[in-house]
């Protein structure tokens, strides 16, 4: 049996807000947002050939033209998201949220990555389409985990087989065939390496093609910082309702550790750090890994070893000669450097400076100083956050303000593009008009890389490490684990001589008529967390209220410690203020609704009014309750972006004062966190 839990939610509102640039409810929303285009219009999560796998550019040919791909880049956008998702994990659990869908696409995603593992052996040595000719691999030649992947699997009629999800408003009597959060329909896969090489079979030819396929170096970068932040953020004990892994492991968080132990074995090779094919040749692109050994075997050790870690502890298994001596050498150099006219080397440095944090100079200069040329020379600037808040040691460099002003010009829509030239150009922000913003920023706003409506997952990633970064302030210390090196806290004394030496500089250039403000907008020191986050999902999530409820409001004065006295009681769910509670997919409820007088609002004398709405599927499970007298009414209708675009036309009823733009709309006043029994 269940029991009702209800409790008084007190507020502490900050009046001084004014300097605060970004809009964070709106960011929220953002997030929330691309959360469910992603997974409904950019992918389809599952366990089959083709499942999990993102389409990097939908539409690609055209705004309203038929094809998507994967792209080259798709893994990597998968890596992206597998952060977000750990992080996304923690940011919950910080607010006592369900994390049971983070959980759930969590286990598909490394259950993928295990998937192209083991099917490369049959990629590699299947000679023909199978006798169906429906371009799967064969499972005869499968091989075993052993970090060897192939790129993707997507066959060629992938989408056609999925039209219904990838254009889910074919499933409504009413509306246009496109896609669930309003990309223009597609029912195609353009041409990829895997089916370059699916239909070179066909014709006896395939060689170069099946080489193609081989998953390159430059992608585990980011895969082994994948792995790192499922180590760190999610319990040994978090399982997808105990389901296995194709090793037998049910461990989200050890099988991010397994995964990384193979990838590093492939990479390693024999000694030498050449990846190579299943018959001893080298891989097309990408072979030669010596140059980045040294970080990407601690990087390897760190997904297998529990937060904090230390660079000063790297075990016996990932203690390699070669790394140890070449490339430990060659990383004390690049690391401090920036390559001209190499962006993908550039991002290569970036995630496996940040990824690995090790200091250059003979360990005299810490990472964090280590990175600024590179990633300030090609705008990759979110691998100084990403370091930060995934070791929580040293110092951020970058000003708050940096972070907010891009997160703040994601577009309503999702970021796209179509057209660069000035009289037409057709993109939702310059910020975010490249394929993927952390990993090809030089694409912005130009005729580079690939047209098309993009997945978001690069947005996705930076609000959730900008706002973890902000509840690590929170915690206090800098937002430092308080780790030691050499038994010293190296991290929180370079960030207490930074904020000594950051304050002394503004203090001085307000002397003499400068902004006396430090870098960050505020008279507080650079450890001042300016956007504190309680996470909440707007996706999917469960109300076990009771209505009506109320809030306290504490206002305040001046220090955010300070309590101006003046509370203001707000009650929620009534005939003057009705609830309205709405999820962007689906929403499940065991509340009661009481006619007026509540256990949670046992004062107020109004009739009830609650108004549930999901994109979806609204669930009311056992235990909800309306009490005769009240006013209940729930409905399924998506949300959209009505920006400039009209959403390609789609165009919805209004419900009372509701609306289906979800920027805009008023929901969620109260927040139905989900309560654990």
């Given amino acids: 049996m269940k029991i009702l839990i209800f409790f008084i939610l007190v507020i502490f509102f900050d009046g001084d807000v004014s300097s605060q640039t970004l809009d964070d409810n709106k960011a929220h929303r953002r997030y929330w947002y691309y959360r469910t285009r992603l997974i409904n219009d950019f992918m389809k999560l599952g366990m089959e050939q083709g499942d999990c796998i993102i389409l990097a550019e939908r539409n690609n040919n055209g705004e309203f033209e038929r094809g998507s791909k994967p792209g080259p880049d798709q893994i990597d956008i998968v890596n992206h998201y597998i952060m977000a998702l750990a992080l996304e994990y923690k940011l919950l659990s910080r607010a006592n949220q369900d994390v049971s869908e983070t959980v759930k696409e969590l286990y598909h995603l490394l259950y993928m990555i295990n998937r192209l593992d083991i099917e490369a052996e049959g990629n590699w040595y299947d000679r023909a389409p199978n006798q169906n000719n429906d371009f799967t691999i064969s499972t005869a030649n499968y091989g075993n985990l052993n970090g060897y992947m192939i790129r993707e699997d997507m066959p060629p009629n992938y989408i056609n087989k999925n039209l219904n999800h990838f254009n889910y408003a ?18 195609r896969v353009e041409e990829t390496k895997f089916i370059d090489y699916i239909e070179s079979r066909s014709w006896g030819g395939g060689n170069d093609e099946k080489k193609e396929m081989a998953m390159p170096l430059d992608k585990f970068h980011s895969m082994l910082t994948a792995m790192m932040f499922v180590n760190k953020y999610l319990p040994s004990d978090v399982t997808f309702n105990n389901q296995k892994f194709q090793d037998d492991e049910t461990s989200i968080k050890k099988e991010a550790g397994r995964i990384a132990r193979r990838v590093y074995t492939y990479m390693k090779g024999k000694g030498n750090w050449v990846l190579l094919n299943p018959d001893g040749s080298q891989i097309n692109v990408g072979a030669l890994g010596v140059f980045y050994s040294w970080p990407l075997s601690h990087m390897a050790n760190f997904a297998n070893q529990d937060f904090p870690w230390s660079y000063l502890n790297l075990g016996a298994f990932y203690n390699d000669p070669v790394a140890r001596l070449q490339g430990k050498t060659q990383y004390d150099i690049w690391s401090r450097s920036s390559v001209p006219n190499k962006m993908d080397i550039a991002v290569f440095m970036a995630w496996d400076v940040a990824g690995s944090n090790l200091p250059a100079s003979f360990g005299l200069k810490p990472a964090y100083l280590n990175m600024k040329l590179n990633t300030d020379t090609w705008s990759v600037e979110w691998a100084e956050l990403l370091r930060k808040v995934l070791h929580q040691d040293g110092v951020l460099l970058k000003p708050q303000s940096f972070y907010e002003k891009s997160i703040a010009q994601a577009p309503c829509f999702g970021p796209y593009k179509y057209s660069v030239k000035e009289a037409e150009a057709n993109y939702g922000s310059w910020e975010w008009s490249s394929q993927d913003r952390l990993e090809h920023p030089d694409s912005r706003g130009n005729e580079r890389g690939f047209n098309g409506n993009y997945p978001g997952v690069d947005y996705m990633l930076l609000h959730n490490l900008f706002y973890e970064y902000q509840n690590q302030l929170m915690d206090g210390n800098c937002g430092n684990s308080g780790k030691k090196v050499a038994g010293i806290e190296v991290g929180n004394v370079s960030a207490t001589i930074y904020n000594t030496v950051n304050n002394a500089v503004n203090t001085v250039s307000g002397w003499f008529g400068g902004n006396s403000e430090n870098n960050n907008g505020n008279t507080d020191d650079v450890c001042f967390p ?29 220090s955010i410690f300070q309590n101006s006295g003046q509370d203001e009681v707000k009650y929620f769910g009534t005939a003057s203020n009705p609830q309205y509670i709405a999820m962007y997919q689906n929403l499940t409820s ?7 007088n509540s256990l ?21 499970s056992p235990g909800f309750t309306v009490d005769v007298g009240s006013e ?45 029994k």
């Fill in 600 to 620: 949670a609002a046992p004062e107020n004398s109004e009739l009830s009014n609650v108004i549930y709405r999901a994109g979806k599927e609204i669930t009311l």
């Fill in 632 to 676: 209940f009414y729930a409905y399924v209708e998506r949300f959209l972006c009505h920006d400039d675009k009209g959403s390609l036309g789609e165009t919805h009823r209004v419900m009372n004062t509701k609306n289906s733009d979800y920027e805009n709309d008023t929901y969620n006043e109260y927040p139905i966190h989900f309560i654990k």
């Fill in 530 to 558: 300016r956007h504190p986050y309680s996470a909440y999902n707007l996706m999917d999530n469960l109300d076990q209220n009771i209505w009506p409820n109320k809030i306290i409001i504490h206002h305040r004065k001046g």
């Fill in 170 to 187: 074919l499933n409504l009597q009413q509306g246009s065939n496109n896609g669930f959060c309003g990309s223009a329909f597609t029912d």
């Fill in 590 to 596: 065991s509340s009661h609704i009481f006619a007026k």
